[in-house]
């Protein structure tokens, strides 16, 4: 599960996957970015987008060759369904790789975000959901992100 949710998500990251899911609006995303921070949770959790979270001085999204935002569009996401049996919802997504991504920046989290207009282009666009921690350091091989096994938000 998430190492934290952002306050703008808590109640709100579910219906925000099945959106995207639903493919309501047309062009809603989730956005999966990589981030190198030495900024305490308690500070990031009170971002409400994801501009916000990079204009903080401790945090910046690495820029390491190779390395891309990954964009999940419905196709990417299983369909949403309430897990009866333990009174809860999960929800995952497939582990993002990352092809030979070059030395440079550390990676520490990734965040998953909500885009609900894909061409817009703004990250004040983006809703933070989840960030997962995600130490890596990068030296030419490829990486695969596994955010939880269980996946990357729980609401219970």
């Known amino acids: 599960m998430a190492d934290f949710v952002y306050n703008i998500a808590k109640g709100r990251a579910v219906e925000l996957y099945n959106r995207v899911d639903l493919n309501d609006p047309a062009n809603a995303v989730l956005v999966i970015v990589v981030i190198d921070t030495t900024a305490t949770d308690a500070v990031l959790k009170d971002k409400d987008d994801l501009a916000a979270v990079l204009a903080d001085a401790n945090t910046a999204e690495v820029t390491n060759t190779n ?36 030395a440079g920046d550390a990676w520490k989290d990734i965040v998953i975000c909500y885009d609900p207009d894909s061409t817009g282009g703004a990250d004040s666009a983006l809703v933070p959901l989840s960030q997962h921690d995600f130490e890596v350091t990068p030296d030419g091989s490829d990486i695969t992100g596994n955010v939880d096994a269980a996946g990357f938000f729980r609401a219970s």
């Open 67 to 102: 390395y891309a935002r990954k964009v999940l569009t419905d196709a990417d996401l299983a369909a949403f369904a309430p897990d009866d049996v333990n009174d809860r919802a999960d929800i995952d997504i497939a582990d993002p790789t990352w092809t030979g991504v070059a």
